[in-house]
């Protein structure tokens, strides 16, 4: 199965000159889901994963199907006011201004290891807040696997992600 | 595992006098993470679940997960102006104003068994909203699955989704 056709494209969303990759007709075909779900877990199986951090809110879908079939918890790294005990937060750029992700500040500790995980890395920010957020925490180990790589974006925070090796699935 | 025990309570979230259910302390826990999971699962096995509707964004978490394991596909129902192509929309009231929420109109279709999930229910609001968007994508049958329920909160939308016997975990 090609994943990629089973992505799709909308010109010019969420504003002119974007193509959008939209993955929730992967999502609702059950073969190109699992799919998916079994790469991830496949490449994941021995690497005692005892947490899966998903980024929100597209994170969440993979992220869960993961930690599930890895038999690990799951962490949510969300928008800044969502979590509602004491956090951690982490602020990345945006083109215009800032913004910022938050994590829990009991929800990962020295023992962990950790797969960070999203639908796409594109500039590479929110996952870069990510992995701030889980060296903040003392965690043992880093992974991080992705659905998507919009290649033709570079950024040094990207870079930073790509020493980790990350697993990905679909290029553009 | 008492479930209730692994959810946290937070007083006066997101306002006073709201004793909000933190379920992040009961995803973080792989057991009882895997336990709802395994719980869901169990009860759905056999009623040939073709996709598992996940509310935004908290039911994105079990329902990716509940998905996998049902060899099922996943569709996301979102906030108003998230998903990229043609929706359906569902309006519903809120304490003070109205929101929305919507659908891909080519994500549900007439041979589709449904499972339509959300960590909570409260208000009955969004579950009601996408009960309505199932029926007008014409799906043949509907079920529904909680992790928690809001039994002191009653609403005639509350009173419709429990026509349809949904699966609930921990009562409150």
Redesign the interface.
């Known amino acids: 199965m090609n994943l990629k056709k089973e992505i799709?494209e909308?010109p010019d969303?969420?504003k002119k000159g974007i193509n959008?990759k939209?993955i929730?007709t992967l999502?609702?075909?059950?073969e190109a889901?699992?799919l998916v779900?079994d790469s991830i877990v496949s490449e994941f199986k021995d690497r005692n994963i005892?947490?899966v951090v998903?980024l929100?809110?597209?994170g969440?879908?993979?992220?869960?199907?993961i930690?599930?079939?890895l038999?690990?918890?799951?962490?949510?790294v969300r928008k800044k006011g969502k979590?509602?005990?004491q956090v951690l937060s982490e602020t990345y750029e945006l083109e215009y201004g800032i913004d910022s992700v938050e994590m829990?500040v009991d929800?990962l500790n020295k023992e962990d290891v950790v797969l960070i995980h999203d639908d796409l890395l594109a500039t590479g920010g929110t996952a870069f807040a990510a992995l701030n957020l889980a060296k903040r925490a003392g965690v043992k180990t880093t992974y991080f696997s992705f659905v998507c790589d919009l290649e033709f974006i570079h950024s040094s925070k990207k870079d930073e992600i790509k020493k980790f090796n990350p697993q990905i699935l679909v290029r553009y």
Do not use: C
């Open positions: 799709r909308i969303f969420p959008f939209d929730t999502l609702k075909n059950r889901f699992n779900v005892s947490k998903g929100e809110s597209r969440f879908i993979f992220g869960g199907a930690a599930s079939r038999n690990a918890g799951f962490v949510p979590l509602p005990a829990h929800a």
